[in-house]
């Protein structure tokens, strides 16, 4: 864990060409980085664009990390980032004014509450959620990976559980 | 702790109906929620098969460029490194935003045909310009057609007389195929949403119509910047957005000869007349204007507040990087007495330094380096946040100026662009000013940087090379923070008994109206010590051959305007607000025939090519005979320096 402090200068650090290797980063990766995307975009044509954006950063300009951990740090800051884009540009805007296409048959199981209040969150909440449950970063990392104070960090948390409990048990 | 009511398998299948859940159930509910969402082996597959499609593409490009650079070594200048890098970046948002457009696109076909449709508006605007079109059924000006690639193409030559359009995008994008390996081969198209507001040439003007032509001063350079920086990415003269051709913009980019003011005038005039390079039946009179090097003003101290777009959009070698890499040269001209302020924008804004000491060299570039890009662009949010550092810092009697640097791509969301000017604006009577910087390609915004700047009493710069990151930040940037003279307007009044007609080159948007002149109110450019500005008008004399529209007055027009004795061609007037007497003070000039030199001088030479230049970038109507030769020649008699040798390579590299 302690290689995602790396992640603080994204561009200053050594960049190399590591040919070949995309391959291997996208499949150790590939359904953290969708996850989160779908997280935000609630749909799983948006999340897949989004994921492959992601990757293709790195085809555009290489980098080389420390480790898998800080590999996986660095998508996963990348992917929010751009999913934060999206959501704010103004395609978005006039696409949300269509249905959303719930519908799909990508999706493993049934929709639930629990997956429509996760998707209902405000955006701000997204990444930290996901990274906190489902990842199991603590705050203080995400805090670190995001460059948002540890203290933002922890009431956000406090924020989206109260949140997705209340969601939850209004059912 | 745990809620025995319930079980993890009840929350994840959804059936959730009791008062409390438990942070370790919710916990489990949301991992369950999560895997949900997994992506199909499908969809992985479609992914990997693209990326590695991209990969190779990237590869070959690569080597292509290892190439050209080693063919071209002395041609170009040293940061090849920075255009590959350049040209991958924008390689990859074509792609990245090739899909959303293409799905617009048909949308906006429709509505530029309907923009299109004859209207009496566009019957009466003068067509400000020849571009040859292609044949086209129903569009004038632009050219929408479907290529074998399957590329979707629709190129604005010319929004120039349309009524309907005030801003100019230019697009190209791919069609829904491009989102697939195979398209992300087609590199040649060129995707770009870079915007521009339409300029309108004013034309030649009748002095019998009004002898009076009034503007405001500007001393912003960043259209030739920008022009520079589409040249060198390889675009030719006719694929120039004309939107982004700013005469009097490329004119004050360089520097002249112009002699210091004396007295207690705080600006020279100089005038200089020969007859026009590119229209024999004219003269072209270049008006320079010149503030002392030195001032006085400094003394009190400059509170500056650094307004720093962090956006993703701005994570780039020539945007945020650049940024960082030229603040050091900004530092060499602070003192102690300044205060600097950095905040930065992004989602959210942030104040990352506030108030230190222009001397704390160290401090200040701690912080700038630990800047990095992510997130959308909240520009309101950040810039209020700026003012109001910049007031809680406010100097009495010093400089207290925003300089804020973006892409300019503000998706405001919460307000409108209007709203965001009238903001500006009203922050301009606490004494706060605003200059901007504008960065990168690709998405960059002109007409919004621009209309910011003027609005917040700033300059306005592009910056596309650390070169030009230093010399606007030590001496263009330094020059324009001093309040020195503000409100600057200049009026020139054409005498009929000697001058036909006139045409202003350049600073269509900066035309005021002419009883304005006199009217304090109106606000005009703001120009600090050690600056240039230069206006340049096509003067048809009496006796010239050149047919001029006049108006039939019915009642006909003073006579004595005619028969008057005085062998004036014109009278150039100044009027502004001097800071060292809080004053409105005049200046004025009259300029005769003794102007005219039959070999202009060094300075006239520059700004006759430069402005042929622009005539050719913009595919002026006025061109006349302008030419690459010409524009060389002219260049030849030009003062021999740095600046007019790399104008003299950027023309031949647009225009061979």
Known sequence: ?171 | MTNDKLNAQSIASGEISVEEISDTQLEQALKGAYESMDPSAEQEERMLEALLAAQAQAELQAEDEAEGASQQVEAQEPDEKKQAARNRARSFRKWRVALPLAACLVLVAVVFGVANAPSPSQVESPAPSQVSQPTSSTTDNKDAGVSTDGLIEITTDEPLGMAASTSEEYEYAATDSAYEADAYYIEDIDFNTEEYSAIKETGFISTKANPLSTVSADVDTASYCNLRRMINDGYSVSDLPSGAVRIEEMLNYFNYDYKAPTGSDLFSIQAQAAQCPWNPDSQLLVLGFATAPESQAASKGSNLVFLIDVSGSMNSSDKLDLLQDSFATLLESLGPNDRVSIVTYASGEEIVLEGAHGDDERTIIKAIYKLHANGSTNGEAGLKQAYEVAERNFIEGGVNRIIMASDGDLNVGISSESDLYDFVDGKRETGIYLSVLGFGSGNYKDNKMETLADHGNGSYHYIDSIEEAERVLKEKLTANLIPFADDVKVQVEFNPAQVKAYRLIGYENRELADEDFRNDAVDAGDVGPNAQFTVAYEVVLADSAQKIEEPELKYGSAPQAYENASSDWLTCSMRYHAFDGDEMREQQLAVDASTVAAQPDADWNLAAAVIEFGMLARDSEYAGTSNEDGILDLLAAAPANDQTDSFRKLVVNALD
């Not at chain 1, 997280?39 to 300009?61: G, I, N, R």
């Not at chain 1, 948002?148 to 922890?154: A, G, V």
Request: proline letters at 7%; hydrophobic letters at 35%.
């Open chain 1, 1 to 171: 864990m302690e290689a995602k402090k790396n992640i603080q200068r994204q561009d200053g650090g050594p960049v190399q060409n590591n040919p070949g290797d995309i391959a291997g980063i996208f499949s150790r990766h590939v359904k953290t980085v969708y996850r989160l995307c779908y997280s935000y975009l609630a749909s799983p044509h948006d999340a897949e664009d989004a994921t492959q954006a992601v990757f293709m950063k790195l085809v555009a300009k290489p980098r080389t990390f420390e480790d898998a951990e800080h590999e996986k740090a660095w998508l996963l800051v990348v992917a929010a980032n751009y999913c934060k884009d999206v959501l704010k540009s103004a395609e978005r805007a006039r696409a949300a004014e269509m249905p959303p296409d719930v519908a799909d048959p990508s999706a493993k199981s049934e929709p639930n509450d629990v997956l429509e209040a996760v998707l209902a969150l405000p955006p701000l909440y997204k990444d930290c959620v996901y990274l906190y449950y489902y990842e199991g970063y603590k705050a203080d990392e995400i805090a670190k990976m995001t460059e948002t104070p540890p203290s933002t960090i922890r009431n956000r948390l406090r924020d989206a559980r109260a949140l997705l409990k209340t969601a939850l048990e209004g059912e």
